[in-house]
């Protein structure tokens, strides 16, 4: 089935700040960009670099205060998420877009079951009579793997461990068919066998219903392998997007180069040292003037210090935020 590549999710000037003692912390800097129907786009970086605040501003879910979206707009099917009001935006969440958190312990009500916690979208959103929703619950249940979907259908998140939770998770947020899936690191808490599953699971519902997925990890390895585009953030900023192939095989951010040069390699029968990025992640207690990067950064000159560099095109749909490109021509090998 041919994808339908209409954009489905736009985003523009996204500024998002939250009110500290110390100040605004600037946790998102002016983000944009689009999602096409039935694309799977990645979003990496490390703890800290926004990706999850970026995701979770979208809808609504950031507490308030203290958090603030300062500006942008987020067009869902045509239509500005920011300036929907409440009650328009509770249509949204779970119905048309599905969003599975990064830590299920807290995000599952611990005094109702999890049937319950399924059940209940499938009502709201699908309109489905409880005898209809608890059929639909079973099935999604043993769809991402929880045996005896029967038995636990029944049982409260405490009585779950941290893998099963994740998958009930899953399970809420694919429940009514959405047409955009956010996922937030996911399969973090899953053996190696269930993420295989739930991978492949997120690709045929893909291919099936043309969803749309923005999908938020540390693991490279897994944007490799179920990734059409790849956002690579730090910092708040986004320093380069370009499709998964052109980003493995030609990064040209330095910040994307030493990212990839953290994945472990395997030489005969022993694995090689493991490469680390020297420094650390700058506070963000203003809004960038300069290249966030450039204290870790071995091309960093002059104007890193003194200009933050723009997200320009590098080539065909390759967009890279670099002074070393921008200023000086000059490509990473």
């Not at 029967?150 to 939770?165: A, L, N, V």
Request: hydrophobic share 40%; charged share 20%; proline share 6%.
């Amino acid at each position: 089935m041919a994808e339908d590549l209409s954009p489905v999710l736009s985003v523009e000037d996204l500024k998002v700040v939250f009110s500290t003692r110390k100040g605004e912390v600037h946790a998102v800097n002016t983000i944009n960009f689009n999602l096409n129907s039935g694309e799977l786009l990645g979003v990496v970086g490390e703890s800290g670099s926004g990706k999850s605040v970026t995701m979770m501003s979208l809808l609504g879910l950031l507490p308030s205060p203290p958090a603030e979206v300062k500006g942008g707009t987020v067009l869902f099917e045509g239509k500005d998420l920011l300036k929907s009001s409440s009650r328009e935006i509770r249509r949204v969440r779970g119905g048309k877009i599905g969003f599975i958190f990064q830590d299920p312990m807290t995000s599952l009500n611990p005094v109702f079951s999890v049937g319950f916690q399924i059940i209940e979208p499938l009502k709201k959103h699908m309109r489905l009579s409880r005898r209809q929703a608890k059929t639909r619950a079973l099935e999604l249940l043993d769809l991402v793997g929880i045996p005896d979907p029967q038995k636990r259908f029944k049982d409260y998140p405490h009585q779950f461990s941290g893998g099963m939770r994740q998958r009930v998770m899953i399970a809420i947020a694919l429940a009514c068919d959405p047409k955009l899936l956010i996922a937030d690191e996911p399969t973090t808490a899953l053996d190696v066998t269930i993420q295989a599953q739930i991978l492949e699971l997120v690709k045929d519902l893909r291919k099936k219903l043309g969803m749309a997925t923005i999908w938020i990890t540390h693991d490279l390895g897994v944007i490799a392998g179920i990734a059409t585009r790849v956002i690579v953030m730090y910092a708040g900023q986004i320093v380069e997007l370009a499709s998964v192939e052109e980003l493995f095989a030609n990064p040209q951010h330095p910040y994307t180069k030493a990212l990839i040069g953290t994945i472990p390699a395997v030489r005969g029968e022993r694995a090689s040292r493991l490469n680390s990025i020297r420094g650390q992640a700058p506070t963000t207690l203003k809004e960038p003037s300069f290249c966030s990067f450039h204290p870790r950064c071995d091309f960093a000159f002059e104007k890193c210090v003194s200009h933050n560099p723009q997200l320009l095109e590098h080539g065909s749909n390759h967009l890279v935020a670099c002074h070393l490109i921008e200023d000086k021509g000059i490509a990473l090998d």
